[in-house]
């Protein structure tokens, strides 16, 4: 061959392979994109029943799914909801998920019209609700006709109905009164006609040592129902961010396993991210706390027993819909093994 | 000729600007006001409010503690001093003119050594504060002065009576399992019974009597 052809054979062979590189490159550059750090906003309490999500952003677990995750910490439930309606997909600084308790999340799902799904239970929690009475009120029936203390629309009023519902009883047979938790630490066994707080943990605990001998603990939560935190976002958020709620799922996982292992490393957080003093509360939190995400059949009876009670209150607006207030597909994907047979396809 | 003109035109440029350095130095002076920003603010906006940190720290979800030490916004000052110059009566105008006056004869230097005075001044006597604010892994404010506090209430939904009767009524025609039980003996066999025990089965839950 021609020394000239030659060269330009050879030259020829260089653009080739040039141009072959630059279209893998340019492939690949999606890829690359693909796997770029989403940022994701989620809002929630202080609560050690999210300590998953606190371990899970303390070990880098998040960024390890490629996940850039800000928490945003609220001091209530309804601040949350409140911030997280407020925005949307195109606002800037819009939250993503937030985590809530059950009867926000129901309550937030039918104001919405469904527009909101929860995709995970992060935690439960039975024996964080207490029941304190008197110490001469020693069985449920000992209620009946009594006055109870209760905040009204709370957890712990629920508590009370199931409790009330499984001996027999409804809120007909005793006194509600729509009281403060921290009332109980001020409650006037003397002169006061309280019989009973149904509450949260630590107003319990905190009781016990305020009041000594003369009150005790009549029941927990535990058989008769629990307090969830739920992890919800917006159906248009799943649409259009395939796979982060997944991705999401899968740190919280591992979160939720180094949180149940590294108790210390979880009430430290707590100290320095909140400027806690009293650890007492966290550790009570933290040994109560049932470490789910998943949404186990427990869950499906618990909802079934809150939306009959929400019913019975007047607060549920709609009927309710398993399937449109649970979107079990990220889980599904993600953790299947943490799904009840119910969510089955 | 050209002198003269020189040395009015000097004169009158002393003259129209004096005070203008204290009058441009002294609110650039401002002070900082934590109040102004909020949660999601931006580093800029914390930054152009308070200044730099004295200190920070580290937090575990990767995030940060910024402490700022800033010199009190006194806005109400500014607008008492406003309140001044309007009840400047003509003794305090004729001493203004002779500052005037001066102001010219030292080609402006008196006005200067006066507004570098206040300056001073102002930085050295301004009351001071501190405080801390947040910053999240998105380098967004997360909070101010103190993060929330742990073990926040637990949050309850809002009453509603016109809820609590929209399903009273619609209890009537649901499932007999769906109907409360206990409390008052027999469930009523009659529709409007049962829809007052419903309600007052609702009532009794809020506690309204």
């Known amino acids: ?345 | 000729m050209i002198r003269l003109g020189r040395l009015v035109t000097v004169a009158a440029l002393v003259f129209l600007t004096q005070g203008c350095i204290a009058a441009v130095a002294l609110p650039l002076l401002k002070g900082g006001s934590p109040d102004k920003l909020s949660v999601d603010s931006g580093p800029k906006e914390v930054k152009a409010e308070l200044g730099k940190p004295i200190a920070s720290q580290g937090t575990p979800d990767g995030g940060r503690v910024d402490t700022y030490d800033y010199r009190l916004d006194r806005a109400n000052e500014r607008s008492d001093a406003r309140k001044f110059v309007g009840t400047l009566d003509g003794t305090a105008f004729q001493a203004l003119g002779y500052y005037a006056l001066f102001n010219i004869v030292t080609y402006g230097a008196l006005d200067l050594a006066i507004s570098s005075f206040l300056v001073y001044h102002k930085l050295k006597t301004d009351p001071r504060s501190r405080v801390r604010i947040a910053f999240g892994p998105d380098d967004r404010v997360a909070w101010i002065g103190s993060p929330p506090p742990y073990g926040p209430p637990d949050a309850a939904v809002p009453l509603s009576i016109g809820g609590i009767r929209e399903s009273c009524r619609s209890q009537d025609d649901a499932d007999p399992s769906d109907r409360p039980v206990g409390g008052g003996g027999e469930s009523p066999k009659e529709p409007g019974d049962r829809y007052v025990q419903c309600v007052a089965r609702g009532f009794a839950m809020w506690g309204i009597e």
């Open chain 1, 1 to 345: 061959m021609n020394p000239s052809w030659q060269l330009r054979l050879r030259r020829c062979r260089g653009y080739v392979l040039a141009a072959a590189l630059v279209v893998t490159l340019g492939h690949g550059a999606p890829a690359a994109a693909g796997r770029a750090d989403e940022k994701v906003l989620i809002l929630a309490q202080p609560l050690a029943r999210a300590d998953a999500v606190w371990m899970a952003q303390a070990k880098g677990f998040f960024k390890e799914e490629n996940l850039q995750v800000t928490v945003r910490w609220v001091s209530s439930g309804n601040d949350a909801l409140r911030t997280f309606q407020d925005g949307s997909e195109e606002k800037p600084g819009s939250a993503d998920f937030v985590i809530v308790n059950e009867l926000l999340a129901v309550h937030h799902w039918q104001a919405t019209d469904g527009g909101f799904a929860v995709i995970a239970a992060l935690a439960r929690d039975a024996e964080g609700y207490v029941a304190i009475a008197r110490s001469e009120v020693t069985t449920p029936e000992a209620l009946k006709g009594k006055a109870v203390g209760i905040e009204v629309g709370s957890t712990g009023a629920w508590f009370l109905g199931e409790y009330l519902r499984a001996h027999g009883m409804s809120e007909l047979d005793v006194a509600v009164k729509p009281v403060p938790p921290d009332s109980i630490l001020t409650w006037n066994l003397d002169g006061d006609y309280l019989a009973a707080f149904f509450l949260r943990e630590p107003f319990g605990a905190r009781a016990l040592t305020t009041h000594g001998s003369r009150v005790h603990r009549l029941a927990t939560a535990k058989g008769y129902m629990s307090g969830y935190m739920m992890i919800g976002t917006r159906k248009s958020y799943l649409r259009d961010h395939a796979g982060v709620a997944e991705r999401l799922l899968r740190a919280l996982e591992k979160g939720r396993r180094y949180a149940e292992e590294h108790k210390a490393e979880v009430i430290q957080f707590a100290r320095e991210m909140f400027s806690v003093e009293d650890v007492a509360p966290v550790e009570a939190d933290y040994t109560s706390n049932e470490r789910l995400l998943g949404l186990d059949q427990v869950t499906v009876g618990d909802f079934d027993k809150l939306t009959r009670w929400m019913k019975e209150a007047g607060l549920a607006a709609r009927p309710f819909d398993r399937d449109s207030f649970f979107d079990a597909d990220p889980l599904r994907r993600a953790l299947p093994e943490r799904l009840a047979p119910e969510f089955a396809r």
